[in-house]
């Protein structure tokens, strides 16, 4: 839950950092999309390998503990390049918390009720999305009406939300120590001994992904390695300087957003290209159920079409209902942002028990769940951003966020159920991939764009992300034919590649 607050409470304070700052929807896209993206991406690729071999339950303490404190050190932000590093930090303690939470619950609970157990902690994800903008605009309005000229410290309303949201971050992390570490594996009969030096693998990792030193780590693979590791530098370099000279001129107040969007963008894609060739020249069996593996490079792309969408309209829901339709910070707390958490909870929570109930019937039942969360936000998405009522909006955006939120424990119990439990936080981390780096790295950022080139049209913005669907459609359809037979053979496929199992 709080990772979420602190990371979609940006949503309710967009409009007063656009005002303070004076910079453009671009930019508050690429902030909450691009800026957070990439190092959560990035770090959580060695965090998720950290996952793999020591205590999970202490790393989610101590990633816990990095983006509270960084969410609270937002709060003291006076220019978009200082608020910009604070959510970078906020991306890399954030890292944490998936591959660890992922890899323990499938832990403590059997194969038959995962999606469900799965579904129950993703809820607390659209909980604190939700409740992020109840509390948000508590904290603005409250402040705001005490301190007209700024309180202590020169602080306005939304640098005050920041640290009232942060703070408590630091307070959890004590109690979340106090989990319980299961044994990695046993309970589906594959028990995994301690890694005895956990941190090699996640240092290895780490030098792996974050450029410059993937060019020294190809080269210590050998000459050919190298010359791919240089051919991805130089091709990624192209396709990001090739978008930032099509892209038309911004009507930010801020310059540069474009190209820092697509700057960061090509070093994230270019980061994990070099991870993945890394992976499959230390780890191939990994290699082979993840990133070899089309069912699995299917499933998780197909969710990253409905992060896309799903990022887009949770990020840009209380900025378009206040700029365009008048509604008021606090309105939007109870109405907006309440029902959002009772929608998403709702959501996940039936979607991750349709999904175990229909893979009882067919093996690819869960993928069904999946292309529904894709499909059904259609409608009142449309709706909800046509309509000039603010009482039809606020119901059109229950039903989008509800519909959408009931893909995730799908996706990702699929998407656990094709790697051997010793991979499952390197698979969470790579699941997350296509959520970070297509869903809220791309997601937000070009319903920005979109509105900051058409005179603030929002409305436009938001809706123009429904390009995803027929790519997520063609991703699901295929993954829908490939997932039973790669399910079944998951063992048989990593034993292929020299697991030991």
């Known amino acids: 839950m709080l990772n979420f607050i602190d990371r979609q409470i940006l949503s309710i ?50 990633g816990l503990t990095l983006w509270s404190a960084m969410t609270a050190l937002s709060g003291f932000a006076k220019t978009a390049a200082g608020l910009t590093v604070a959510r970078i930090g906020v991306g890399v303690g954030e890292a944490t918390a998936s591959p660890s939470a992922y890899s323990l619950i499938s832990d403590w609970f059997p194969a038959r009720l995962r999606a469900t157990a799965l579904a129950i902690y993703s809820s607390g994800l659209y909980v604190g999305g939700g409740i992020s903008l109840l509390i948000g605009a508590m904290v603005v309005e409250a402040w705001n009406e005490a301190y007209p000229g700024g309180g202590p410290l020169g602080l306005v309303g939304w640098q005050a939300a920041f640290l009232a949201v942060g703070i408590p971050g630091l307070l959890l992390a004590i109690w979340v120590l106090s989990l319980r570490e299961p044994v990695r594996g046993e309970i589906d009969g594959l028990p995994t001994p301690e890694d005895p030096e ?27 390695a190298l010359m791919v590791n240089l051919a991805g530098l130089l091709g990624f370099a192209v396709l990001a300087w090739v978008m930032t000279q099509i892209a038309p001129a911004s009507a930010a107040l801020l310059p540069g957003i474009v190209s820092d969007q697509w700057l960061f ?30 069912a699995f490079l299917t499933v998780i792309l197909g969710y990253g079409m409905v992060a896309f969408m799903s990022y887009a309209g949770s990020y840009w829901g209380a900025p378009y209902a206040e700029r365009a339709l008048g509604a008021a910070k606090s309105d939007l707390g109870w109405f907006l942002g309440a029902p959002a958490a009772v929608a998403g909870f709702l959501g996940v929570i039936l979607g991750g028990r349709l999904a175990d109930f229909l893979l009882e019937r067919r093996p690819e039942g869960r993928l069904y769940v999946v292309m529904f969360g894709l499909v059904a936000p259609i409608p009142p998405l449309l709706i909800a951003y046509t309509t000039d009522a603010l009482v039809t909006f606020y119901i059109a955006s229950f039903f989008a966020n509800m519909f959408s939120a009931s893909a995730l424990g799908a996706a990702a ?21 296509s959520t970070t780096l297509v869903g809220l790295g791309l997601g937000p950022f070009m319903a920005g764009y979109v509105s900051a080139t058409n005179a603030d049209d929002l409305s436009f913005g938001v809706l123009s992300t429904l390009v995803a669907v027929p790519i997520g459609l063609v991703l699901l359809i295929a993954a829908m034919k490939l997932v039973p037979a790669a399910g079944a053979s998951v063992v048989e496929r990593a034993r292929a590649a020299g697991e030991n199992v």
């Not at 994990?272 to 070899?292: E, H, I, N, Y």
């Open 198 to 224: 956990p941190f090699r693998g996640f240092l290895r990792e780490l030098f792996q992904v974050i450029p410059p030193f993937t060019i020294l780590g190809a080269a210590m693979r050998g000459t050919s």
């Open 413 to 433: 119990a699929s998407s656990q159920a094709l790697v051997l439990p010793r991979m499952r936080g390197l698979a969470t981390a790579t699941f997350f991939l």
């Open 13 to 62: 304070l967009a409009n007063d950092i656009k005002a303070d700052l004076g910079v453009g929807d671009d930019y508050l896209g690429f902030l909450y999309g691009t800026a957070f993206a990439v190092f959560y991406a990035l770090f959580g690729i060695p965090l998720g390998k950290l996952a793999d071999s020591w205590k999970r339950v202490r790393l989610m303490a101590i």
């Open 265 to 294: 963008l090509g070093i994230g894609y270019y980061a994990v290209f070099s991870w993945a060739m890394g992976l499959k020249a230390r780890d191939l069996p990994t290699f082979r159920l993840t990133w070899g593996s089309p």
